[in-house]
């Protein structure tokens, strides 16, 4: 696309007004975002503008959008056939009160639609990280660091995952002006699928990237739990019933006992006499058995029979059996009471072998969740119509809807339009970042023409799907001529 130069050219340099930073490009070189470029005189944007079909016959990597009931992914978005345009590669407008760079409409099922993209930049923007572990990765609120710059935070840890909060404007922009180059490089890394190695106060060294397992202290994770310890209990109590007269499942959070646990009490499992140190809650449920940290359970253990005090005299006997077993079924150990009731350890019985193995099949794999969060503000509404407040009120009424690179989004209830978005779900390299520093994410919104209009469109910007085939095909020769 080759873009307006608001401003006159110097000393043989073209200015770019596509952000704050008006960079003054030399022919034949880039902008310091290498978003944009200065190709004989003219301002052209780098990369490829992604309309899904376009890419699909091309070079464009896509990934799927959608789960496909059978057979393969055949790269179609909305499974329509028609082209779905996506802001990357669009190109921004800076300052936002000009339309956005390509609002185009075209037919589906006889109802005229439109599509508004734009690269928006995103100075309040940040990244949800979900990471399925249960291993300790540092405490709440702790700072997540990159080259020992603080870049988010940890969150609540939430079932079976450990959850943290990176970027976020404070980072971005508040700190020094390396915590804001590092918090962005390391946020484009993210949205972009690449791997980003974060440190956590009081915590483990982490290897995050989007779609791929999590490394923690430099093992990869492999599985997330089958659930807490009471849950585990819970789900095979029967399995155990007859084989093991007491099992312990060992975790960080809630550490199950079978014989004291509702479940084992309803299957008539008898008292063993075992005694569990750690803060009772319910029957057969714990807290706090040990430490959080990266052993049995995402607890700082290695040997499990140091959450155990004495056997009960009198309950427990010489020969009892005893099961230990992890959240995840990768960590277990199986005794037998001595004549001084003391566990001692002994081969797992192959009757037993099956029900861990078990517990490690009903884990799915652990993986690393990135999510995009940005808020499409006033200015960025503004290329999207005259009235800004009235678009914010038709994506809250459905009449508008918001994609980040094609990739659906979740819109946060009350103000703004405060949205999130999988990364994994969007072609790769969809993110940019400027020098301000902040990161460039894409945006789309589509919704009926005749609503366009009605909310106050730019409407004399509208152009067919049809006429943009043309530039495209332009921005891909620009592509490779650049590339050799
Ligand atoms: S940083 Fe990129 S978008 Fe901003 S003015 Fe320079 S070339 Fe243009």
């Keep these: 696309m080759v873009r307006q130069v608001v401003e006159s050219r110097r000393e043989g340099k073209i200015r770019c007004d596509a952000c704050p930073v008006m960079c003054y490009i030399s022919e034949g070189r880039a902008g310091a975002c290498d978003r944009y470029a200065n190709e004989g005189g003219e301002l052209v944007r780098l990369d490829p503008f992604t309309v899904l079909e376009a890419a699909k016959e091309g070079d464009g990597q896509l990934v799927p959008f959608l789960e496909i009931e059978a057979g393969e992914w055949d790269g179609d978005i909305l499974r329509t056939g028609r082209p779905f345009i996506t802001a990357i590669g669009a190109g921004t407008t800076y300052p936002d009160y000009k339309p956005a760079p390509f609002i185009v409409a075209q037919n589906h099922d006889g109802v005229d639609m439109v599509t508004i993209v734009t690269e928006g930049i995103f100075s309040y923007c940040g990244a949800k990280v979900k990471v399925d572990t249960d291993r300790f990765l540092g405490p709440e609120a702790a700072a997540v660091r990159v080259e020992g710059e603080a870049i988010g935070h940890v969150m609540t840890a939430e079932y079976g995952s450990q959850m943290l909060s990176l970027g976020g404007v404070h980072h971005l922009t508040g700190g020094s002006k390396k915590e804001g180059r590092v918090t962005c490089d390391a946020l484009l890394r993210l949205c972009n699928r690449d791997p980003v190695t974060v440190t956590i106060d009081g915590g483990a060294e982490v290897v995050l990237a989007a779609g791929r397992p999590p490394v923690v202290n430099g093992a990869e994770e ?229 609503d366009y209009a009605a909310l106050g469109g730019h409407m004399d910007q509208v152009r067919r799907v049809e006429e943009i085939a043309g530039e495209i095909e332009r921005r891909v020769s620009v592509r490779r001529d650049r590339e050799g």
């Design 222 to 450: 492999h599985l997330m739990r089958v659930g807490c310890g009471s849950a585990t209990i819970g789900m095979f109590a029967r399995q155990w019933q007859g084989l093991v007269d007491e099992v312990v499942v060992v975790d960080d959070h809630i550490t199950g006992v079978l014989s004291e646990h509702q479940a084992g009490k309803l299957l008539g499992v008898e008292p063993t006499g075992i005694k569990i140190l750690g803060h009772k809650s319910t029957p057969g449920r714990y807290f706090r058995v040990a430490g959080p940290g990266t052993g049995w359970g995402g607890t700082n253990i290695e040997d499990p029979l140091t959450i155990l005090g004495p056997w009960r005299a009198g309950i427990a006997r010489p020969g009892l059996t005893l099961l230990m077993v992890s959240t995840t079924g990768e960590q277990w150990g199986y005794y037998v009471l001595d004549d001084d009731l003391r566990p001692v350890k002994a081969d797992l019985p192959e009757s037993l072998r099956t029900s861990v193995e078990r517990i490690a099949e009903n884990c799915e794999p652990s993986v690393t969740s990135v999510l995009f969060m940005g808020g499409a503000g006033g200015s960025l509404r503004a290329g999207v119509t005259e009235n800004p407040v009235r678009l914010t009120r038709s994506v809250r009424e459905a009449v508008t809807s918001v994609t980040c690179g094609g990739a659906a989004c979740y819109v946060w209830p009350g103000g703004g339009i405060t949205f999130m978005a999988d990364v994994t779900e969007m072609p790769s390299n969809a993110f940019g970042h400027v020098p301000t520093p902040a990161l460039v994410a894409p945006i789309e919104f589509t919704m009926r023409l005749s």
